[in-house]
Protein backbone atom coordinates (compact mmCIF):
# COMPACT_ATOMS: atom_id res chain seq x y z
CA UNK A 1 0.00 0.00 0.00
CA UNK A 2 1.76 3.27 -1.12
CA UNK A 3 0.42 5.87 1.74
CA UNK A 4 2.60 9.18 0.65
CA UNK A 5 4.41 11.35 2.33
CA UNK A 6 4.54 11.00 6.29
CA UNK A 7 4.32 14.05 8.85
CA UNK A 8 3.23 14.09 12.42
CA UNK A 9 0.15 16.39 12.94
CA UNK A 10 0.96 18.19 16.88
CA UNK A 11 -1.63 19.61 18.06
CA UNK A 12 0.16 22.46 20.62
CA UNK A 13 -0.46 24.84 23.39
CA UNK A 14 1.30 28.15 22.15
CA UNK A 15 2.06 27.91 18.45
CA UNK A 16 4.69 30.56 18.83
CA UNK A 17 6.74 28.50 21.90
CA UNK A 18 6.55 25.16 19.60
CA UNK A 19 7.82 26.75 16.80
CA UNK A 20 10.77 28.37 18.31
CA UNK A 21 11.42 24.96 20.20
CA UNK A 22 11.54 22.90 16.89
CA UNK A 23 13.96 25.61 15.35
CA UNK A 24 16.21 24.96 18.04
CA UNK A 25 16.22 21.39 16.88
CA UNK A 26 16.71 22.26 13.57
CA UNK A 27 13.53 22.09 12.03
CA UNK A 28 12.32 25.47 9.56
CA UNK A 29 9.48 26.61 8.86
CA UNK A 30 8.00 25.01 4.94
CA UNK A 31 4.32 26.03 4.97
CA UNK A 32 1.50 27.34 7.04
CA UNK A 33 0.73 30.84 8.30
CA UNK A 34 1.55 31.56 11.99
CA UNK A 35 -1.48 34.08 12.41
CA UNK A 36 -3.59 31.23 10.99
CA UNK A 37 -2.50 29.07 13.64
CA UNK A 38 -0.60 26.63 11.78
CA UNK A 39 2.87 25.86 10.69
CA UNK A 40 4.94 23.33 8.78
CA UNK A 41 8.62 22.40 9.68
CA UNK A 42 10.88 20.18 8.36
CA UNK A 43 14.58 19.33 9.21
CA UNK A 44 16.41 17.30 6.85
CA UNK A 45 14.49 13.91 7.34
CA UNK A 46 10.86 14.47 9.33
CA UNK A 47 8.38 16.78 8.60
CA UNK A 48 5.89 17.92 11.45
CA UNK A 49 2.70 20.07 11.49
CA UNK A 50 2.34 22.59 14.72
CA UNK A 51 -1.63 22.97 15.09
CA UNK A 52 -2.90 25.10 17.32
CA UNK A 53 -6.54 24.79 18.83
CA UNK A 54 -6.93 22.64 15.36
CA UNK A 55 -7.24 19.17 16.96
CA UNK A 56 -7.54 17.34 20.56
CA UNK A 57 -4.88 14.63 19.39
CA UNK A 58 -1.69 14.33 17.92
CA UNK A 59 -2.02 13.07 14.52
CA UNK A 60 0.09 10.72 12.02
CA UNK A 61 -0.86 12.24 8.70
CA UNK A 62 -0.21 10.29 5.04
CA UNK A 63 -0.33 12.19 1.85
CA UNK A 64 -0.96 9.85 -1.19
CA UNK A 65 0.25 11.74 -4.47
CA UNK A 66 3.08 13.92 -2.79
CA UNK A 67 6.63 14.06 -2.75
CA UNK A 68 8.29 15.18 0.74
CA UNK A 69 8.19 19.09 -0.48
CA UNK A 70 4.71 18.33 -1.96
CA UNK A 71 5.60 17.95 -5.36
CA UNK A 72 2.46 16.08 -6.98
CA UNK A 73 3.84 12.37 -8.02
CA UNK A 74 3.58 11.37 -11.56
CA UNK A 75 1.42 7.79 -10.78
CA UNK A 76 0.40 6.82 -7.24
CA UNK A 77 -2.08 5.28 -5.14
CA UNK A 78 -5.27 7.18 -5.10
CA UNK A 79 -7.26 7.53 -1.65
CA UNK A 80 -10.33 5.64 -2.57
CA UNK A 81 -7.82 2.47 -3.63
CA UNK A 82 -5.91 2.41 -0.45
CA UNK A 83 -9.88 3.02 1.73
CA UNK A 84 -10.62 -0.18 -0.24
CA UNK A 85 -7.51 -1.98 0.79
CA UNK A 86 -8.26 -1.02 4.36
CA UNK A 87 -11.85 -1.78 4.44
CA UNK A 88 -10.82 -5.53 3.42
CA UNK A 89 -8.28 -6.48 5.95
CA UNK A 90 -11.44 -5.61 8.22
CA UNK A 91 -10.07 -2.08 9.26
CA UNK A 92 -12.76 0.13 10.55
CA UNK A 93 -12.65 4.11 9.23
CA UNK A 94 -13.91 7.03 11.48
CA UNK A 95 -14.29 8.51 8.10
CA UNK A 96 -14.16 7.81 4.54
CA UNK A 97 -13.49 9.10 1.37
CA UNK A 98 -16.59 9.42 -1.38
CA UNK A 99 -15.72 6.93 -3.51
CA UNK A 100 -18.13 8.58 -6.13
CA UNK A 101 -15.81 11.61 -6.42
CA UNK A 102 -12.02 11.44 -7.97
CA UNK A 103 -9.30 13.92 -6.64
CA UNK A 104 -8.53 15.27 -2.91
CA UNK A 105 -10.32 13.41 -0.53
CA UNK A 106 -9.56 11.83 3.17
CA UNK A 107 -9.72 9.01 5.13
CA UNK A 108 -9.63 9.17 9.18
CA UNK A 109 -8.64 5.35 10.67
CA UNK A 110 -7.92 4.86 14.75
CA UNK A 111 -5.02 2.94 16.19
CA UNK A 112 -5.45 0.31 18.91
CA UNK A 113 -3.71 3.31 20.93
CA UNK A 114 -6.29 5.34 19.87
CA UNK A 115 -3.74 7.34 18.04
CA UNK A 116 -5.65 9.29 14.84
CA UNK A 117 -3.82 8.02 11.33
CA UNK A 118 -5.54 10.60 8.45
CA UNK A 119 -5.02 9.73 4.89
CA UNK A 120 -5.23 13.11 3.08
CA UNK A 121 -4.92 13.56 -0.32
CA UNK A 122 -4.80 16.91 -1.65
CA UNK A 123 -3.83 16.32 -5.70
CA UNK A 124 -5.98 15.11 -8.56
CA UNK A 125 -5.65 11.43 -8.86
CA UNK A 126 -3.47 9.88 -11.46
CA UNK A 127 -5.74 8.70 -14.50
CA UNK A 128 -4.95 4.79 -13.82
CA UNK A 129 -3.73 4.46 -10.14
CA UNK A 130 -1.71 1.24 -9.23
CA UNK A 131 -3.37 -1.00 -7.39
Not at 26 to 36: E, L, N, Y
Not at 55 to 63: E, P, R, S
Request: glycine share 8%; charged share 20%.
Amino acid sequence: MQLGNFSVSLTVKDIAASRAFYEKLGFRQTGGDQAQNWLILQNDTATIGLFQGMFDKNILTFNPGWDRACNTLSNFEDVREIQRKLKAHGLTLASEADEATSGPASLMLIDPDGNPNLIDQHVQSPASPRR
